[in-house]
């Protein structure tokens, strides 16, 4: 009897416990990586021929911008990033907060004047678009060169963007047309290829690594199998 009146008494501490702990959990950023080592049918194909060869996702020279999407519209502020290489001809990007087909940014390499460019994309045509930048030149000894992997990244906070070559800041942009939207990767008259394309965001369902609510679920299991 009083083993089980001893039990019945720790239930009710162990529960405070139980929520002191996921309250005080950390909140982690979800990531989505997508290394195309497999077939991927959650990217969407807007304009031009892409194709996975190798465990890279490839785009052949056609038109203006040709581009793929992946995601969902309400991701807000996040983290993209991916492995760019210019196959033949100039230009070639990340897309982010994609509404559409047609409204998106794009921040892309531009081969023959060694400099990066941002421009919003909105509804009309492919190539109906607004340069909010498209003069930014390579900083810290970065050289957009053919046929190089580079390391290509964009941080997007609410009306602010940071882009980065290669871990070296590039330069900081504002802009406030689109709040929210999906990824994708870019090209315009150019081949390309990509690879490792990952975001990380609050409001992203994370891919990688272990939920919370699992986390939770051990602490609990440990709690009961104590008495």
Excluded: C
């Excluded at 970065?142 to 602010?160: C, F, M, P, S, Y």
């Amino acid at each position: 009897m009083r083993t089980a009146i001893g039990f019945s008494k720790l239930i009710p501490f162990s529960l405070i416990m139980l929520l002191g702990i996921s309250f005080s959990l950390p909140t982690f950023a979800g990531t989505q990586l997508w290394d195309f080592e497999e077939k991927h049918d959650d990217w969407k194909v807007a304009n031009g021929n892409w194709e996975i060869k190798g465990g890279i996702y490839q785009v052949e020279r056609g038109g203006r911008a040709e581009h793929s999407l992946v995601g969902e519209e309400d991701w807000d502020d996040y983290t993209v990033e991916a492995k760019i290489r210019i196959d033949e001809h100039n230009w070639a990007g990340l897309v982010f907060r994609a509404q559409s087909e047609h409204e998106y940014y794009v921040y892309y390499l531009n081969i023959p004047n060694n400099k990066s460019e941002l421009w919003r994309h909105s509804k009309g045509a492919w190539d109906t678009r607004q340069a909010i930048n498209s003069n930014i030149p390579a900083t810290k000894k970065v050289k957009i060169e053919l046929e190089e992997w580079l390391d290509v990244k964009a941080v997007i906070e609410g009306e602010i963007f940071k882009f980065y070559i290669n871990g070296e800041l590039q330069g900081e942009q504002k802009d406030n047309a689109y709040k929210t939207g999906k990824i994708g990767v870019w090209a315009w008259e150019t081949a390309a290829s990509f690879d490792d394309v990952m975001i990380t965001g609050d409001n992203v369902i994370d891919t990688l690594a272990v939920d919370a609510n699992d986390k939770l679920a051990t602490t609990w299991g440990r709690l009961k199998r104590g008495y």
